[in-house]
């Protein structure tokens, strides 16, 4: 065995064998992250409801949408369920912020860590301000040409008598001349 080890061939030989079974496990690992990476897709679900968390009885909100774009991306198996069940929420949170214009990021709720998310568009440019609540009383009108000759209206009545308008309040500032 001490005279194989000493010869220069056989050192060349086996050093040729491990520089093919070094290769061949390489190109092998290389493969299995391929197939790893090509089991990874991207989806776009569009129209996902937005929620809004914020006092609706007194302050009204401008600025946002109804629906945004989630793109997910991850494991096929987990970008399929989670586009079939859609059981995650979009929303901004609003409660703690001021009255005024804001820039707020939207976020996401009950959606795996295993997924990378992306919400169009990410950021929100809001405005909130107070509410203002009126109640007008309605009369009921009618042009008297409206009636035929020979009738006569006995009376004219509106359902419902009242209506409530809410609009958000307006501060008048007179402008510097």
């Known amino acids: ?21 070094m290769f061949f496990s390489v190109k092998a690992e290389e493969e299995n992250n391929n197939s ?3 089991n990874t897709m991207t989806e776009v679900i569009e129209d996902v409801p937005l929620e809004v968390y914020y006092d609706d009885t007194s302050l009204m909100v401008s600025g946002v949408p109804a629906t945004v774009d989630l793109h997910i ?11 079939q069940i859609m059981d995650f929420t979009v929303f ?15 976020q996401t709720e009950n ?16 405005t909130i301000e107070e509410r203002v609540t009126q109640e007008f009383k ?5 042009n008297e040409r409206l ?12 359902d419902p008598n009242t209506v409530t308008s809410a609009a958000r309040k307006v501060s008048l500032i007179p402008s510097a001349l």
């Open 138 to 142: 309605i009369d009921a009108e009618l």
């Open 1 to 21: 065995m001490d005279k194989m080890m000493d010869n220069p061939w056989f050192l060349r030989i086996t050093a040729l064998l491990l520089a093919f079974l």
């Open 111 to 126: 959606i795996s860590e295993q997924l990378g998310v992306r919400i169009d568009p990410t950021f929100l440019d809001v």
């Open 92 to 106: 901004v949170d609003l409660r703690n912020l001021a009255l005024g214009e804001h820039r707020i990021r939207v």
């Open 36 to 38: 790893a990476a090509s």
């Open 147 to 158: 009636i035929a000759e020979g009738y006569v209206l006995k009376s004219i009545t509106a």
């Open 73 to 83: 991306t991850g494991p096929n198996s987990m970008v399929q369920t989670t586009q």
